[in-house]
Structures are given as C-alpha cells and as structure tokens.
C-alpha cells in the first residue's frame, strides 16, 4: 500500500476497517479496539505495527505494554478500551465488511472493487483503469 500510496499521491486515498476474526483469534477485538483506542490519541498506525508484531499473542497484558511503549496516555487508553463507543466503531467496521463478503484479512478493495492481484502492478494496473474512466 505504501508504494501505490507513493505512486498516486492525489488520486489514492486508503481507508482502513476493523474486521476482527473473533471466531478463530479470541483476542481479535481486543487488538481492533486497541488500535481505535490509540487512534483517538493520534497512534493508530504505530499499535496497529506493534500488535502484528506480537500477533502471535495478543493477550491483554501483552496489549498493554505495547500501549506504553508506544507512549499512549494509559489512564485514557483503558477507558477508550472498555468505552461502548470503540466496540460500537469496530463493530460497525464489521458489519460494512460483511455486507461486502470479506470473508478475512486481509482484503482489499479500489474503489469498490475488490483486489484479487496485490502485487503493485496489479493494484496500479485497477488505480490506472479507474482514473481512466474519471477522465
């Protein structure tokens, strides 16, 4: 993503949606919500880069630490955690991926297509279709 977002610096916007597999990861909403708790203090990006670095074990406590490594203010991190508001935001994240039938992570999509070919070439080669149909 990192190189079409280099690549289509005006015409690419990505959009990122939670769609945490509980049935499979039983600490899959935790990671989701953590990473919507460290948003609302600007950090989304680096929790989200340090829970895939432990993906293998994202139990609470494990969850935490990298919350105060990456500096989050704890005191607001555990209250967004166990606020309403962030599961209802990751739910609803969810719920829109269902109604697309993402089936599990990752998956992609431009412009409401999904990406079957991920490779640079094949997401520039659907950007490049779709700015030719814009004109």
Same mark, same amino acid.
């Given at each position: 993503? &990192?190189?079409?977002?280099?690549?289509?610096?005006?015409?690419?916007?990505?959009?990122?949606?939670?769609?945490?597999?509980?049935? %499979?990861?039983?600490?899959?909403?935790?990671?989701? #919500?953590?990473?919507? $708790?460290?948003?609302?203090? *600007?950090?989304?990006?680096?929790?989200?880069d340090e829970l895939f670095k432990i993906s293998r074990n994202l139990a609470m406590e494990e969850i935490r630490k990298k919350a105060?490594? %990456? *500096?989050? &203010?704890?005191?607001?991190?555990?209250?967004?955690? $166990?606020? $309403?508001?962030t599961e209802k935001a990751v739910r609803a994240d969810l719920e829109l *991926?269902?109604?697309v039938d993402v089936q599990g992570t990752p998956t992609m999509f %431009?412009?409401? #297509?999904?990406?079957?070919?991920?490779s640079l070439e094949g997401m520039k080669a659907i950007v490049d279709a779709e700015l030719k149909k814009k004109g």
């Open positions: 993503m &990192d190189q079409v977002l280099a690549a289509y610096p005006k015409d690419v916007r990505f959009v990122y949606k939670q769609f945490p597999l509980e049935q %499979i990861h039983q600490n899959a909403m935790n990671a989701a #919500k953590a990473s919507v $708790a460290a948003g609302n203090q *600007g950090k989304f990006w680096e929790m989200h105060e490594q %990456i *500096g989050l &203010d704890m005191k607001k991190f555990d209250a967004d955690m $166990a606020s $309403a508001e *991926g269902k109604t %431009i412009n409401g #297509k999904r990406v079957m070919n991920r």
